[in-house]
Structures are given as structure tokens and as C-alpha cells.
């Protein structure tokens, strides 16, 4: 197993969680309730974690994590299909319906 991914909101925390178990990717959240202990650990290791299961998706996981992160950072893109203009909040182009690659 391997940290992929951490956050001091739980939200944030089991979205991604969620988005990589759409993608096939095994993983869990650690930390979930370790907000309790806040006061006797420093703030941020009580943060929620994400732990990749398998070590074989480590490297698509981080790569998802940081697509999805440029996406929450407004960058728009090009689709490769048809070549029309995206909003960065968009996963499937709105003109042809394919679905974000990675690379886009």
C-alpha cells in the first residue's frame, strides 16, 4: 500500500477516494476519525489519507489525482476527437460526447 493522497477535509479526501474506485483503482481512507485525537498529534497528522491498495496503481492513481486537480484549476481543454473548446468542468466534450483523456 501507498499514501497517494491527503487533505485536511474528509470530503476532499473520499471524492477522490471515489473517483479512483470508478476508474478500478483499489483504495482506502486512513485517518477517517482521527480528528478526535487533534489537540494530542499535530493538525495535520490527523488528516485524512488516501492509501492506494495495490502498488501497480500507484502511478495511475497520482495521475488521475493530478488531472483531476488541474481540472478544479480552471484549465480548459481541447478534445482530441473533434478539437472544440472545453470548460475545464467538463468530463465528456459537448459537442461529440467523448469522454477527458488524460493528456487533454
Given at each position: 500500500?501507498?499514501l497517494?493522497?491527503?487533505?485536511?477535509?474528509?470530503?476532499?479526501?473520499?471524492n477522490?477516494?471515489n473517483?479512483?474506485?470508478?476508474?478500478?483503482?483499489?483504495?482506502?481512507?486512513?485517518?477517517?476519525?482521527?480528528a478526535?485525537?487533534?489537540?494530542?498529534?499535530?493538525?495535520?497528522?490527523?488528516?485524512?489519507?488516501?492509501?492506494?491498495?495495490?502498488?501497480?496503481?500507484?502511478?495511475?492513481?497520482?495521475?488521475?489525482?493530478?488531472?483531476?486537480?488541474?481540472?478544479?484549476?480552471?484549465?480548459?481543454?481541447?478534445?482530441?476527437?473533434?478539437?472544440?473548446?472545453?470548460?475545464?468542468?467538463?468530463?465528456?466534450?459537448?459537442?461529440?460526447?467523448?469522454?477527458?483523456?488524460?493528456?487533454?
Amino acid at each position: 500500500m501507498k499514501l497517494v493522497y491527503t487533505h485536511p477535509h474528509h470530503f476532499a479526501v473520499t471524492n477522490v477516494r471515489n473517483r479512483l474506485m470508478q476508474r478500478g483503482i483499489d483504495c482506502e481512507v486512513r485517518n477517517e476519525f482521527a480528528a478526535g485525537a487533534l489537540g494530542e498529534l499535530a493538525p495535520i497528522d490527523v488528516w485524512p489519507e488516501l492509501w492506494v491498495i495495490d502498488e501497480r496503481d500507484v502511478e495511475l492513481a497520482q495521475r488521475l489525482i493530478e488531472a483531476d486537480q488541474s481540472q478544479a484549476e480552471g484549465r480548459d481543454w481541447y478534445c482530441g476527437q473533434c478539437g472544440e473548446l472545453n470548460a475545464a468542468s467538463f468530463d465528456h466534450c459537448w459537442a461529440c460526447e467523448r469522454e477527458r483523456r488524460l493528456e487533454e
